[in-house]
Each structure stands twice: as structure tokens, then as C-alpha cells.
């Protein structure tokens, strides 16, 4: 076993619009094979 990522940094917001639920996350990560990889999730709640 080893670790396959050396950093992650990352910020996320969540908002009420008109009664539902929305979130965004962003997260940048640095694999050690793959390089530097953007993450990036949406939620929505109803």
C-alpha cells in the first residue's frame, strides 16, 4: 500500500434558492502519477 496523492486543497459553497438546496465543491488535487487533477461536484437537494 501507498499513497497515491502528496496534496489536496479545495472550497465549497452551499446556497438556499427558493427553498432548495445547491452546492458546489472544487477541489484541486496532485497525484503522484497523474499530475495535478481539477474535482468538481454539484448538489442539489429537493
Do not use: C, H, M, P
Not at 502519477?33 to 468538481?40: E, F, N, P
Request: glycine content about 18%.
Amino acid at each position: 500500500n501507498y499513497d497515491v496523492e502528496n496534496w489536496t486543497f479545495g472550497a465549497g459553497v452551499k446556497l438556499n434558492l427558493g427553498g432548495q438546496g445547491v452546492g458546489v465543491d472544487y477541489a484541486l488535487v496532485d497525484y503522484k502519477d497523474l499530475g495535478k487533477v481539477s474535482r468538481i461536484s454539484i448538489e442539489l437537494g429537493f
